[in-house]
């Protein structure tokens, strides 16, 4: 049994999606490299589970 949830649980995906395009804008691909790797540190920390984070990881890695 998985522990990841995969299916949309945003209210407003659309709006989600444009909060982090517009985080990334006007800044530099290494301002923006950076900001992503804070944002995944807070949100593995947010998770805290290390089971789920690392089936996450999988999935992001298989996906791409």
Same mark, same amino acid.
């Given at each position: ?10 209210? $407003? ?6 909060a982090l395009v517009e985080a990334h804008r006007?800044?530099?691909?290494? /301002?923006?490299? *950076? %900001? $992503? ?17 690392? /089936?996450?990881? *999988? %999935? ?5």
């Amino acid at each position: 049994m998985t522990a990841l949830r995969t299916e949309s649980t945003l209210t $407003n995906p659309d709006a989600a999606y444009e909060a982090l395009v517009e985080a990334h804008r006007g800044v530099s691909e290494a /301002e923006s490299a *950076a %900001l $992503n790797v804070r944002l995944v540190l807070i949100l593995s920390n947010h998770i805290g589970d290390l089971a789920v984070l690392k /089936e996450a990881i *999988a %999935l992001a890695k298989k996906a791409g």
